[in-house]
C-alpha cells in the first residue's frame, strides 16, 4: 500500500511539473525587433572576402540576408558572378547573457527551403558577442572569425506573435 502512495504521489508531481508549451512563437528581445543593417566593412579594401549583413528580427524569428564580396573564385565559374553574390537565411534566435545564437537554415531569396544551387545549403548556425547595443546601433562580433559586425537600425518592429 505504501508502495502504491508513492508511486502515485511520483506520477502527480511529474505530471503536475509538465506543461504543454503555447502554440504561439516566442517573444524574443525587444531590444532586437527591426530591421538591422551592415552599411559598412572595417579595411573591405584590404580584405580577400567579406560579407555584409541584413538583419530581420521579428519575434524570437529572424531573416538574414548576406551579400558577399570576394577577390578569390571559391565556386565554379556559374556561382562567382563578378566575385558578389546574395545568400539568405531564416530561423530562431536566442539571446543568452551577452550572446546572439542564430540557429536556422539556408534559404532562396523567398526564404523557402534552398536544397540545392549555388553557395551553401543546409543549416545556418552562427553566434555572436553582443559588444554594445543602443537604440539606433547594435555592434557585434563574430565568435567564429572575429568580424565586427556593426549593425544600424533601419526600421523598428513591435513583435505580434503568430501562431505555430
Request: a positive charge.
Amino acid at each position: 500500500m505504501l508502495r502504491l502512495a508513492i508511486y502515485l504521489l511520483l506520477i502527480l508531481c511529474v505530471s503536475a511539473s509538465c506543461r504543454r508549451l503555447p502554440d504561439v512563437q516566442g517573444k524574443g528581445e525587444a531590444f532586437l525587433q527591426g530591421i538591422w543593417n551592415q552599411d559598412s566593412i572595417a579595411n573591405a579594401d584590404k580584405l580577400l572576402s567579406y560579407t555584409q549583413h541584413k538583419f530581420k528580427f521579428t519575434c524570437d524569428s529572424f531573416y538574414v540576408d548576406l551579400t558577399t564580396h570576394s577577390k578569390v573564385n571559391y565556386y565554379s565559374d556559374s556561382c562567382f558572378n563578378g566575385g558578389v553574390w546574395k545568400e539568405y537565411a531564416k530561423g530562431v534566435y536566442e539571446v543568452r547573457g551577452d550572446s546572439l545564437f542564430l540557429a536556422g537554415t539556408y534559404t532562396k531569396s523567398n526564404y523557402k527551403q534552398k536544397v540545392s544551387g549555388c553557395y551553401q545549403i543546409g543549416r545556418y548556425e552562427k553566434a555572436f558577442y553582443i559588444k554594445s547595443s543602443e537604440p539606433g546601433s547594435l555592434h557585434l562580433e563574430s565568435v567564429g572569425n572575429q568580424r565586427e559586425c556593426n549593425l544600424v537600425l533601419k526600421e523598428r518592429i513591435i513583435c505580434v506573435p503568430k501562431e505555430l
